[in-house]
């Protein structure tokens, strides 16, 4: 099923273009008008450069008037090649799409209400019609009906006309061209941008997104190193002081061989204090017993590091670059990635 862009608004037109595959843009003078356009035939022209297939207004009361009206604007620089003339179904449109389709161009005989219509259409060689599925479900009728016999006389007949679905008021609509059998559809851009939309999609992007982050990022991503080193002759006042500039909520604390003689955590400072100790902040971090903390390799992923917060059951993780200490990982930084 052809594609089609229903505007005239450059920036929409630019955009579906982009995309590489939209078939074309169906314009109507109802969007000149809307847009303020005073230069029409500029703005024809201008629309015709920047898509595949235009198709533009050819107006007249006889079928003469549209001939000339379509001479015109081939006129312009249109390339017959690229354009196709919409022309409401009538007598007289009828009459001027044979001449026209009969001369090599094409014609989208539109405004089509009726299945007799669409008949008359095909009879005169239109290249497309439209039914217009919005408007007639405004007036309360089974437009998709409609389209579906339209679809099937084509069919069972052989016509070579396409059947275009037009008047396209929402998403559904799209779906409802498509099950019929319809084999254009022209949509405003509106409804174009939601056709790949949908929730549990956006939620599996989401997923997809989280699990390459978990593969990719590595401990040397998220390792902080300033601020986070102490020597063991350090008082906890020093940490203290160290935790609050540095906003962790630990310190790597070292010996003299710059070895990790333990890590001190807020945790540690709080059951200090309620141990009941005398002058604690005072006290010197060789006055306190070593531990050794949860480490991981400067190159663990990101998965490696959350399996070992939940695994250990810890707010602070060592990170080592060849056994040797060189920062701390929060589980807060890694909360922000996940």
């Given at each position: 099923m052809e594609l089609f862009l229903d505007s005239i608004k450059i920036d929409e037109v630019q955009r579906a273009h982009e995309l590489g595959f939209?078939?074309?843009?169906?314009?109507?003078?109802?969007?000149?008008?809307?847009e303020g356009v005073t230069d029409v035939d500029s703005?024809?022209?201008?629309?015709?450069?920047?898509?595949?297939?235009?198709?533009?207004?050819?107006?007249?009361?006889?079928?003469?008037?549209?001939?000339?009206?379509?001479?015109?604007?081939?006129?312009?620089?249109?390339?017959?090649?690229?354009?196709?003339?919409?022309?409401?179904?009538?007598?007289?449109?009828?009459?001027?799409?044979?001449?026209?389709?009969?001369?090599?161009?094409?014609?989208?005989?539109?405004?089509?209400y009726t299945i007799q219509q669409a008949?008359?259409?095909?009879?005169?060689?239109?290249?497309?019609?439209?039914?217009?599925?919005?408007?007639?479900?405004?007036?309360?009728?089974?437009?998709?009906?409609?389209?579906?016999?339209?679809?099937?006389?084509?069919?069972?007949?052989?016509?070579?006309?396409?059947?275009?679905?037009?008047?396209?008021?929402?998403?559904?609509?799209?779906?409802?061209?498509?099950?019929?059998?319809?084999?254009?559809?022209?949509?405003?851009?509106?409804?174009?941008?939601?056709?790949?939309?949908n929730h549990f999609t956006e939620l599996g992007?989401?997923?997809?997104?989280?699990?390459?982050?978990?593969?990719?990022?590595?401990?040397?991503?998220?390792?902080?190193?300033?601020?986070i080193f102490l020597n063991s002759s350090s008082t906890v006042l020093d940490s203290i002081i160290l935790m609050t500039e540095s906003k962790m909520g630990a310190c790597i604390i070292l010996n003299d061989k710059k070895e990790i003689h333990r890590i001190f955590t807020d945790g540690d400072l709080r059951r200090l204090l309620k141990s009941g100790q005398n002058n604690i902040v005072n006290k010197k971090f060789t006055e306190l017993e070593p531990n050794s903390p949860i480490s991981v390799n400067i190159n663990s992923s990101l998965q490696e590091i959350t399996n070992v917060f939940k695994a250990k059951d810890v707010d602070n993780i060592v990170v080592t670059d060849d056994e040797k200490p060189i920062g701390l990982i929060d589980i807060q930084d890694v909360l922000k990635w996940i």
């Open positions: 939209v078939s074309g843009l169906t314009t109507t003078p109802t969007f000149m008008q809307r703005v024809i022209l201008k629309l015709s450069k920047m898509t595949k297939i235009l198709m533009v207004e050819s107006l007249g009361l006889t079928a003469d008037e549209i001939i000339r009206e379509a001479d015109r604007l081939l006129s312009l620089g249109l390339d017959i090649n690229t354009t196709v003339f919409k022309i409401p179904i009538s007598f007289e449109g009828a009459k001027a799409c044979k001449v026209l389709t009969d001369k090599g161009l094409k014609v989208n005989l539109h405004l089509v008949y008359f259409a095909y009879c005169a060689g239109a290249t497309y019609i439209c039914p217009l599925v919005g408007r007639l479900q405004d007036q309360g009728q089974d437009a998709l009906s409609l389209v579906e016999q339209c679809v099937k006389a084509v069919e069972r007949y052989n016509y070579k006309t396409k059947v275009m679905f037009s008047s396209v008021r929402s998403v559904e609509h799209v779906r409802n061209a498509l099950n019929i059998g319809a084999h254009a559809c022209t949509v405003p851009w509106n409804i174009l941008k939601q056709l790949p939309e992007i989401k997923q997809f997104v989280e699990h390459t982050a978990m593969s990719n990022t590595k401990a040397y991503d998220l390792v902080k190193t300033d601020m």
